[in-house]
Protein backbone atom coordinates (compact mmCIF):
# COMPACT_ATOMS: atom_id res chain seq x y z
CA UNK A 1 0.00 0.00 0.00
CA UNK A 2 2.79 2.64 -0.80
CA UNK A 3 1.90 4.42 -3.62
CA UNK A 4 -0.23 6.90 -2.09
CA UNK A 5 -1.80 8.27 1.55
CA UNK A 6 0.22 7.10 4.55
CA UNK A 7 1.91 4.51 2.56
CA UNK A 8 3.57 6.77 0.27
CA UNK A 9 4.77 9.28 2.89
CA UNK A 10 5.97 6.30 5.20
CA UNK A 11 7.70 4.99 1.90
CA UNK A 12 9.48 8.22 1.01
CA UNK A 13 10.82 8.84 4.49
CA UNK A 14 12.28 5.51 4.84
CA UNK A 15 13.96 6.39 1.37
CA UNK A 16 15.41 9.30 2.45
CA UNK A 17 16.83 7.40 5.50
CA UNK A 18 18.93 5.32 2.90
CA UNK A 19 16.41 1.87 3.00
CA UNK A 20 15.55 0.02 0.03
CA UNK A 21 12.27 0.07 -0.17
CA UNK A 22 9.48 -2.16 -2.79
CA UNK A 23 6.59 -0.90 -2.85
CA UNK A 24 3.60 -3.64 -2.76
CA UNK A 25 0.44 -2.01 -4.63
CA UNK A 26 -2.65 -3.23 -7.16
CA UNK A 27 -1.89 -0.51 -9.28
CA UNK A 28 1.26 -0.51 -11.68
CA UNK A 29 0.57 2.39 -12.56
CA UNK A 30 0.41 4.16 -9.45
CA UNK A 31 3.35 2.09 -7.80
CA UNK A 32 5.83 3.19 -10.33
CA UNK A 33 4.94 6.57 -10.61
CA UNK A 34 4.96 6.71 -6.95
CA UNK A 35 8.54 4.76 -7.02
CA UNK A 36 10.02 7.00 -9.37
CA UNK A 37 8.82 10.20 -7.82
CA UNK A 38 10.32 9.04 -4.44
CA UNK A 39 13.37 8.21 -5.94
CA UNK A 40 13.49 11.49 -7.39
CA UNK A 41 12.83 13.37 -4.30
CA UNK A 42 15.39 11.47 -2.17
CA UNK A 43 18.04 10.65 -4.68
CA UNK A 44 17.56 6.98 -3.24
CA UNK A 45 17.54 4.38 -6.41
CA UNK A 46 16.71 1.50 -4.16
CA UNK A 47 13.21 2.10 -4.25
CA UNK A 48 11.17 -0.50 -6.36
CA UNK A 49 7.27 -1.25 -7.63
CA UNK A 50 5.94 -4.87 -7.15
CA UNK A 51 2.82 -5.88 -8.00
CA UNK A 52 0.41 -6.80 -5.14
CA UNK A 53 -3.37 -7.15 -5.11
CA UNK A 54 -4.57 -7.96 -1.30
CA UNK A 55 -8.17 -8.56 -3.02
CA UNK A 56 -6.68 -11.53 -4.51
CA UNK A 57 -5.14 -14.68 -2.10
CA UNK A 58 -3.54 -16.11 -5.70
CA UNK A 59 -1.78 -12.59 -6.44
CA UNK A 60 -0.44 -12.75 -2.18
CA UNK A 61 1.07 -15.87 -2.76
CA UNK A 62 2.63 -15.22 -6.15
CA UNK A 63 4.02 -11.81 -4.81
CA UNK A 64 5.70 -13.89 -2.13
CA UNK A 65 7.03 -16.15 -4.41
CA UNK A 66 8.40 -13.53 -6.52
CA UNK A 67 9.67 -11.39 -3.43
CA UNK A 68 11.33 -14.47 -1.43
CA UNK A 69 13.49 -15.46 -5.23
CA UNK A 70 14.60 -11.45 -5.54
CA UNK A 71 15.34 -10.21 -2.17
CA UNK A 72 17.48 -11.89 0.17
CA UNK A 73 16.71 -9.34 2.89
CA UNK A 74 13.43 -8.30 5.16
CA UNK A 75 14.13 -6.02 8.04
CA UNK A 76 11.01 -4.16 7.52
CA UNK A 77 7.55 -4.85 6.63
CA UNK A 78 4.34 -2.72 6.93
CA UNK A 79 1.15 -3.38 6.41
CA UNK A 80 -0.31 -0.44 5.55
CA UNK A 81 -2.95 -1.45 2.40
CA UNK A 82 -6.67 -1.12 3.40
CA UNK A 83 -10.74 0.10 1.71
CA UNK A 84 -13.40 0.79 3.16
CA UNK A 85 -15.79 -0.30 0.01
CA UNK A 86 -18.30 -2.80 0.35
CA UNK A 87 -18.27 -6.04 -1.98
CA UNK A 88 -16.77 -9.68 -2.35
CA UNK A 89 -13.21 -10.64 -3.61
CA UNK A 90 -12.22 -13.76 -5.92
CA UNK A 91 -11.75 -15.56 -3.24
CA UNK A 92 -15.45 -15.24 -2.00
CA UNK A 93 -14.32 -12.76 1.30
CA UNK A 94 -15.53 -9.48 2.02
CA UNK A 95 -13.69 -6.97 0.23
CA UNK A 96 -12.17 -4.95 3.22
CA UNK A 97 -11.93 -7.76 5.56
CA UNK A 98 -9.72 -9.38 3.12
CA UNK A 99 -8.01 -6.53 1.99
CA UNK A 100 -7.19 -4.68 5.34
CA UNK A 101 -6.81 -8.18 6.97
CA UNK A 102 -6.98 -11.63 5.41
CA UNK A 103 -4.28 -11.12 2.67
CA UNK A 104 -2.04 -8.94 5.32
CA UNK A 105 -1.93 -12.07 7.56
CA UNK A 106 -1.26 -14.61 4.40
CA UNK A 107 1.54 -12.23 3.58
CA UNK A 108 3.26 -11.84 6.63
CA UNK A 109 2.61 -15.99 7.33
CA UNK A 110 4.24 -16.26 3.93
CA UNK A 111 7.35 -14.19 4.40
CA UNK A 112 7.73 -14.63 8.53
CA UNK A 113 10.58 -17.00 7.66
CA UNK A 114 12.56 -14.57 5.57
CA UNK A 115 11.95 -11.72 8.81
CA UNK A 116 12.91 -14.74 11.00
CA UNK A 117 16.24 -15.10 9.13
CA UNK A 118 16.86 -11.26 9.19
CA UNK A 119 15.98 -10.72 12.41
CA UNK A 120 15.96 -7.88 15.07
CA UNK A 121 12.94 -7.34 12.39
CA UNK A 122 9.54 -5.72 12.88
CA UNK A 123 6.09 -5.87 11.36
CA UNK A 124 3.82 -2.79 11.56
CA UNK A 125 -0.10 -3.45 10.86
CA UNK A 126 -1.62 -0.19 10.46
CA UNK A 127 -4.91 -0.42 12.00
CA UNK A 128 -7.19 2.36 13.36
CA UNK A 129 -9.34 3.21 16.73
CA UNK A 130 -12.52 2.09 14.99
CA UNK A 131 -11.82 -1.43 15.79
CA UNK A 132 -13.70 -0.11 18.75
CA UNK A 133 -16.68 -0.83 16.91
CA UNK A 134 -15.70 -4.35 15.75
CA UNK A 135 -17.39 -7.35 16.12
CA UNK A 136 -15.69 -10.35 15.28
CA UNK A 137 -17.38 -14.03 15.16
CA UNK A 138 -14.84 -17.02 14.54
CA UNK A 139 -17.49 -19.11 13.22
CA UNK A 140 -18.52 -16.31 10.43
CA UNK A 141 -15.01 -14.65 9.52
CA UNK A 142 -14.71 -13.22 5.62
CA UNK A 143 -18.37 -13.18 5.78
CA UNK A 144 -19.99 -9.11 5.07
CA UNK A 145 -21.83 -8.91 8.04
CA UNK A 146 -25.89 -7.69 7.48
CA UNK A 147 -27.62 -4.77 8.56
CA UNK A 148 -27.84 -1.07 7.18
CA UNK A 149 -24.55 0.09 8.32
CA UNK A 150 -23.02 -3.32 6.94
CA UNK A 151 -19.56 -2.23 4.94
CA UNK A 152 -19.05 -0.04 8.16
CA UNK A 153 -19.15 -2.41 10.61
CA UNK A 154 -17.07 -4.83 7.79
CA UNK A 155 -14.54 -1.85 8.05
CA UNK A 156 -14.40 -2.17 12.06
CA UNK A 157 -13.91 -5.84 11.79
CA UNK A 158 -10.99 -5.48 10.21
CA UNK A 159 -9.55 -2.93 12.01
CA UNK A 160 -10.02 -5.33 15.42
CA UNK A 161 -8.85 -7.86 13.20
CA UNK A 162 -5.69 -5.69 12.76
CA UNK A 163 -5.24 -5.30 16.35
CA UNK A 164 -5.85 -8.65 17.46
CA UNK A 165 -2.92 -9.45 14.58
CA UNK A 166 -0.40 -7.69 15.86
CA UNK A 167 -1.13 -9.19 19.30
CA UNK A 168 -1.14 -12.91 18.40
CA UNK A 169 1.77 -12.65 16.21
CA UNK A 170 3.72 -11.35 18.86
CA UNK A 171 3.01 -13.71 21.13
CA UNK A 172 3.79 -16.63 18.62
CA UNK A 173 7.32 -15.01 18.17
CA UNK A 174 8.35 -14.41 21.30
CA UNK A 175 11.93 -15.37 21.33
CA UNK A 176 12.42 -14.79 17.65
CA UNK A 177 13.49 -11.40 17.75
CA UNK A 178 10.51 -10.51 15.61
CA UNK A 179 8.38 -7.72 16.78
CA UNK A 180 5.18 -6.66 16.04
CA UNK A 181 2.87 -3.10 16.74
CA UNK A 182 -0.96 -2.43 15.96
CA UNK A 183 -0.66 1.39 14.97
CA UNK A 184 -3.50 4.16 14.87
CA UNK A 185 -2.42 6.56 12.78
CA UNK A 186 -4.75 9.33 13.92
CA UNK A 187 -7.50 10.85 11.61
CA UNK A 188 -6.00 10.97 8.34
CA UNK A 189 -7.30 12.62 4.99
CA UNK A 190 -6.12 9.83 2.97
CA UNK A 191 -8.21 8.03 -0.47
CA UNK A 192 -9.83 5.73 1.80
CA UNK A 193 -12.38 8.31 1.84
CA UNK A 194 -13.59 7.72 -1.68
CA UNK A 195 -15.71 4.93 -0.47
CA UNK A 196 -17.81 6.77 1.44
CA UNK A 197 -21.29 6.81 0.62
CA UNK A 198 -22.41 9.79 -1.63
CA UNK A 199 -24.77 11.02 0.74
CA UNK A 200 -22.15 11.52 3.62
CA UNK A 201 -19.26 12.97 1.16
CA UNK A 202 -20.74 16.20 1.24
CA UNK A 203 -20.14 16.11 5.12
CA UNK A 204 -16.93 14.38 5.36
CA UNK A 205 -15.13 15.72 2.59
CA UNK A 206 -14.75 19.05 3.83
CA UNK A 207 -14.38 18.18 8.08
CA UNK A 208 -11.75 15.81 6.74
CA UNK A 209 -10.07 18.56 4.83
CA UNK A 210 -10.46 21.40 7.46
CA UNK A 211 -9.29 19.21 10.92
CA UNK A 212 -8.00 16.20 9.51
CA UNK A 213 -4.05 15.17 9.49
CA UNK A 214 -2.15 14.95 6.36
CA UNK A 215 -0.47 11.81 5.26
CA UNK A 216 2.43 12.74 6.24
CA UNK A 217 1.54 13.49 10.02
CA UNK A 218 -0.39 10.19 9.95
CA UNK A 219 3.23 8.51 8.61
CA UNK A 220 4.82 9.87 11.94
CA UNK A 221 3.75 7.18 14.57
CA UNK A 222 3.93 4.01 11.42
CA UNK A 223 7.81 5.45 11.13
CA UNK A 224 8.38 5.50 14.81
CA UNK A 225 7.11 1.87 14.98
CA UNK A 226 9.24 0.85 12.38
CA UNK A 227 12.52 2.72 12.94
CA UNK A 228 12.28 3.53 16.94
CA UNK A 229 14.83 2.41 19.43
CA UNK A 230 13.89 -0.16 22.03
CA UNK A 231 10.19 -1.03 21.26
CA UNK A 232 11.07 -4.38 21.47
CA UNK A 233 9.24 -5.02 25.11
CA UNK A 234 6.45 -3.76 23.34
CA UNK A 235 5.73 -6.08 20.64
CA UNK A 236 1.93 -6.56 20.09
CA UNK A 237 1.12 -3.23 21.90
CA UNK A 238 -1.15 -0.84 20.26
CA UNK A 239 0.34 2.71 19.31
CA UNK A 240 -1.36 6.12 18.63
CA UNK A 241 0.62 9.49 18.45
CA UNK A 242 1.12 9.46 21.92
CA UNK A 243 2.57 6.46 22.04
CA UNK A 244 1.71 3.00 23.46
CA UNK A 245 -2.59 2.91 24.48
CA UNK A 246 -4.39 0.19 25.99
CA UNK A 247 -7.04 -0.83 22.75
CA UNK A 248 -10.40 -1.80 23.47
CA UNK A 249 -11.73 -4.38 25.25
CA UNK A 250 -11.92 -7.12 22.36
CA UNK A 251 -8.77 -5.69 21.18
CA UNK A 252 -7.24 -7.31 24.21
CA UNK A 253 -8.73 -11.01 24.02
CA UNK A 254 -6.32 -13.39 23.88
CA UNK A 255 -8.96 -15.85 23.27
CA UNK A 256 -10.41 -13.94 20.14
CA UNK A 257 -7.06 -13.52 18.94
CA UNK A 258 -6.33 -17.08 18.70
CA UNK A 259 -10.18 -17.76 17.25
CA UNK A 260 -9.17 -15.31 14.64
CA UNK A 261 -5.04 -16.52 14.12
CA UNK A 262 -6.51 -19.67 13.74
CA UNK A 263 -9.62 -19.11 11.63
CA UNK A 264 -7.58 -17.11 9.25
CA UNK A 265 -5.39 -19.92 8.77
CA UNK A 266 -8.20 -22.06 7.86
CA UNK A 267 -9.47 -19.41 5.33
CA UNK A 268 -6.46 -18.86 3.43
CA UNK A 269 -5.30 -22.58 2.94
CA UNK A 270 -2.29 -22.55 5.56
Not at 214 to 223: K, N, P, R, T
Amino acid sequence: GGSSGIGAATALELARCGARVILATRSARRGEAAASRIRRETGNNEVLFMHLDLASLRSVRAFASTFLRQEPHLHLLINNAGVSAGGTTEDGFSLPFQVNHLGHFLLTQLLLERLRSCAPSRVVIVASSAHCAGRLRPESLGRPPSGLFSTFQDYCDSKLANVLHARELATREQGTQVTCYAVHPGFVNTSLFRHAPLWLKPLLLPLAWLLFLDASEGAQVVLDCATQDGLEPLSGRYFTDCGPRLPWPAGRDDRLARALWEGSERLVGL
